[in-house]
């Protein structure tokens, strides 16, 4: 199993809602990413967690919170998002963070737009 | 400071002809590099890598070449199919990856 999940493949939220974005993989990875992606921009890194815990945070708004309930799990929790939050966010795993020779694989994406 | 580069937005060619997309870097300490290519509303899919102490590695019609001296590497298709039509990132790994902005590659049957 070379793939990674992520639901729900849409989510159209009001900037008072909270929601929840999931992504799952079965490839014995323990490294896993969260990135944001714009139309016609590189995948702009969010967070990364190693090993289930939080290694990188990249200077992420308070109102997106990651959480990793098991090295299969990611979770990230929205919550007051603002319209310029709209955006494909993309979960991604890799064997591990430290490692060089090291792919990421990414999911298909959860094509969020806030209203 | 963009670390990656990737100078053209984007490039046309005709099915069955090579394409060459190009990719600059900054930081030599980078020591593996990616190519992603992405379909509209989907995520990247990894293509083929490089380590910095190979100048080539061949996947199929995928070449990815190096120039470490020249912090140049580039993505040959040969031959280029019209499903190839897609963005391709080139990626450095320096613990994280950084990625280029991405070259559209338009195949024409």
């Known amino acids: 199993d070379t793939e990674v999940t992520q639901t729900p493949k849409h989510l159209v939220m009001g900037m008072t809602n909270k929601k929840s974005l999931k992504c799952e993989q079965h490839?014995?990875?323990?490294?896993m990413y969260w990135y944001k992606q714009k139309a016609k921009k590189p995948p702009e890194l969010m967070f990364v967690?190693?090993?289930?815990?939080?290694?990188i945070n990249e200077s992420v708004p308070s109102r997106f919170s990651p959480e990793c309930p098991n090295s299969s799990l990611l979770n990230l929790h929205l919550h007051a998002l603002q319209p310029e939050d709209s955006a494909l966010y993309l979960c991604a795993s890799s064997q591990r963070l430290a490692a060089s020779y090291n792919e990421q694989f990414f999911g298909p994406g959860t094509r969020l737009t806030v209203l | 400071d963009q670390q990656v580069k990737q100078n053209s937005p984007s490039l046309s060619v005709q099915e069955g002809r090579i394409s060459i997309l190009n990719c600059d870097y900054t930081n030599s300490m980078f020591d593996y590099f990616l190519w992603y290519k992405k379909y509209p509303a989907e995520g990247p899919t990894f293509l083929i890598s490089i380590s910095s102490i190979k100048d080539k590695n061949e996947d199929g019609r995928f070449t990815v070449f190096l120039n470490k001296s020249a912090k140049h590497l580039s993505l040959h298709i040969v031959p280029s199919q019209p499903g190839d039509s897609a963005v391709y990132f080139c990626a450095a790994s320096g613990g994280k990856l950084i990625f280029g902005q991405g070259t559209t590659l338009q195949v024409k049957p």
């Open positions: 490839m014995g990875h323990r490294a």
């Open positions: 967690y190693s090993y289930e815990k939080l290694s």
